[in-house]
């Protein structure tokens, strides 16, 4: 099984680019769009006149200005004038949401060269604007004021996790300390620090409590940066790297309001994961490593469960036991994640899909996994309400 035995087209990545990720003063949404869409095109060996059509996953939501941005890709060439160009909007997981709208336009045999783009500038606004545009991925916090913002309603997952399978303090500490590691490695994250388990655990005037019981260092960081990524439907000639399957996909929506989630279910990203390892005839054992949404480190434990690492309630296992570490059963966030890497919203997603790329086709440099030959994606937009899953592997 696969995409190619599926809907008997191949969806490859052929080339892709990645800027730096953190406060990038110095950049604008155009010239981050630009440079990474410049790149990817490039690595793909490929001329931009040959891009058939265009996707641009961003979020935005009131942080910047500009409220149409899908042209800004056509900056890259005067050669992509009248290319269709789409913004995709969907959360967390808009980078995401643009990958598939770029694959099933490719299935649809509307286009066989298709650049994504995922982008994001953050840090120039105040807090409270980016609190505010945040909140607007919530179905009973749109609107309103909160202290908090998106990691009070990830606490209250974790407050919920607490009374029904105990304490989770310190093994939030754990994933935050691993991903702290796995960034160091990254030339692209923004937290390139490895701040250790003691740190991680503790609250201190450096580590202080967000939201009960999230520790700063629990919680992802405001961030500017993007990622692009060229999809074909043949290898390319000239191409920088050996180009990297789509295997399955998978999408899933949740209900919005609060009421009809259980808070630990996470039944979208379920319905994602079994979706796209379906189709691509793949197990959990199967995979080499993952890239999860975690935004927020109970993020990442309940995806532990979610997934399938683990059943209900002992996520901690994964971490405690080192299976998620690199050299593990799974590997998960070699890139630092979310947490350590930084969460540009838009970009999120199309990042994940080139870092995996990267670990596929051996050329992720100090993060590459050896040996590494299928991997997963997974992004969410909101508490695991827009879900998508990819599966990639090697040629």
Same mark, same amino acid.
């Given at each position: 099984?696969?995409?190619?035995?599926?809907?008997?087209?191949? #969806?490859?990545?052929?080339? $892709?680019?990645?800027?730096?990720?953190?406060?990038?003063?110095?950049?604008?949404?155009?010239?981050?769009?630009?440079?990474?869409?410049?790149?990817?095109?490039?690595?793909?060996?490929?001329?931009?006149? &040959?891009?058939?059509? =265009?996707?641009?996953? &961003?979020?935005?939501?009131?942080?910047?200005?500009?409220?149409?941005?899908?042209?800004?890709?056509?900056?890259?060439?005067?050669?992509?004038?009248?290319?269709?160009?789409?913004? #995709?909007?969907?959360?967390?997981?808009?980078?995401?949401?643009?990958?598939?709208?770029?694959?099933?336009?490719?299935?649809?045999?509307?286009?066989?060269?298709?650049?994504?783009?995922?982008?994001?500038?953050?840090?120039?606004?105040?807090?409270?604007?980016?609190?505010?545009?945040?909140?607007?991925?919530?179905?009973?916090?749109?609107?309103?004021?909160?202290?908090?913002?998106?990691?009070?309603?990830?606490?209250?997952?974790?407050?919920?996790?607490?009374?029904?399978?105990?304490?989770?303090?310190?093994?939030?500490?754990? =994933?935050?300390?691993?991903?702290?590691?796995?960034?160091?490695?990254?030339?692209?994250?923004?937290?390139?620090?490895?701040?250790?388990?003691?740190?991680?655990?503790? #609250?201190?005037?450096?580590?202080?409590?967000?939201?009960?019981?999230?520790?700063?260092?629990?919680?992802?960081?405001?961030?500017?940066?993007?990622?692009?990524?060229?999809?074909?439907?043949?290898?390319?000639?000239?191409?920088?790297?050996?180009?990297?399957?789509?295997?399955?996909?998978?999408?899933?929506?949740?209900?919005?309001?609060?009421?009809?989630?259980?808070?630990?279910?996470?039944?979208?990203? #379920?319905?994602? $994961?079994?979706?796209?390892?379906?189709?691509?005839?793949?197990?959990?054992?199967?995979?080499?490593?993952?890239?999860?949404?975690?935004?927020?480190?109970?993020?990442?434990?309940?995806?532990?469960?979610?997934?399938?690492?683990?059943?209900?309630?002992?996520?901690?296992?994964?971490?405690?036991?080192? $299976?998620?570490?690199?050299?593990?059963?799974?590997?998960?966030?070699?890139?630092?994640?979310?947490?350590?890497?930084?969460?540009?919203?838009?970009?999120?997603?199309?990042?994940?899909?080139?870092?995996?790329?990267?670990?596929?086709?051996?050329?992720?440099?100090?993060?590459?996994?050896?040996?590494?030959?299928?991997?997963?994606?997974?992004?969410?937009?909101?508490?695991?309400?827009?879900?998508?899953?990819?599966?990639?592997?090697?040629?």
């Amino acid at each position: 099984m696969g995409v190619r035995e599926t809907f008997g087209t191949d #969806v490859l990545l052929t080339g $892709w680019g990645h800027s730096r990720f953190g406060k990038l003063s110095e950049e604008t949404l155009e010239s981050l769009v630009v440079s990474v869409a410049t790149e990817a095109i490039a690595n793909a060996g490929l001329e931009p006149g &040959q891009v058939d059509e =265009i996707y641009l996953g &961003q979020f935005n939501s009131g942080m910047a200005p500009l409220g149409f941005a899908s042209s800004l890709v056509l900056q890259v060439s005067d050669s992509l004038a009248n290319t269709p160009a789409t913004r #995709v909007e969907n959360a967390c997981a808009s980078g995401s949401a643009a990958f598939q709208q770029g694959v099933k336009a490719l299935l649809a045999g509307t286009a066989r060269t298709v650049l994504v783009v995922g982008a994001e500038k953050m840090t120039h606004a105040p807090a409270d604007v980016v609190g505010a545009a945040l909140l607007g991925a919530d179905y009973e916090l749109a609107g309103s004021e909160s202290s908090t913002g998106f990691a009070g309603i990830f606490a209250h997952v974790a407050q919920h996790y607490e009374k029904r399978y105990g304490p989770v303090g310190d093994t939030l500490g754990l =994933i935050a300390a691993k991903n702290h590691r796995n960034g160091v490695l990254n030339p692209y994250a923004q937290l390139r620090k490895d701040l250790g388990v003691e740190f991680c655990q503790t #609250v201190s005037d450096k580590n202080p409590v967000v939201a009960e019981p999230l520790r700063r260092t629990d919680c992802s960081p405001v961030s500017d940066g993007a990622a692009a990524v060229v999809l074909t439907t043949q290898p390319t000639s000239g191409a920088a790297t050996a180009p990297v399957r789509l295997a399955g996909f998978g999408h899933a929506n949740d209900f919005l309001p609060a009421a009809k989630r259980d808070p630990l279910e996470f039944a979208g990203s #379920v319905a994602a $994961w079994n979706r796209a390892l379906s189709m691509a005839g793949a197990g959990l054992d199967d995979l080499d490593l993952a890239e999860v949404h975690d935004c927020f480190t109970i993020a990442e434990l309940v995806l532990y469960e979610v997934m399938g690492l683990t059943p209900r309630g002992e996520g901690r296992r994964a971490i405690e036991e080192g $299976w998620v570490e690199s050299g593990g059963r799974l590997p998960v966030n070699l890139s630092g994640g979310l947490k350590a890497k930084g969460h540009p919203v838009g970009a999120t997603g199309v990042s994940q899909h080139v870092l995996a790329a990267m670990q596929l086709s051996g050329t992720a440099g100090d993060m590459q996994l050896t040996g590494a030959r299928r991997a997963a994606v997974h992004n969410m937009g909101g508490l695991a309400v827009a879900n998508y899953v990819s599966v990639l592997e090697a040629l």
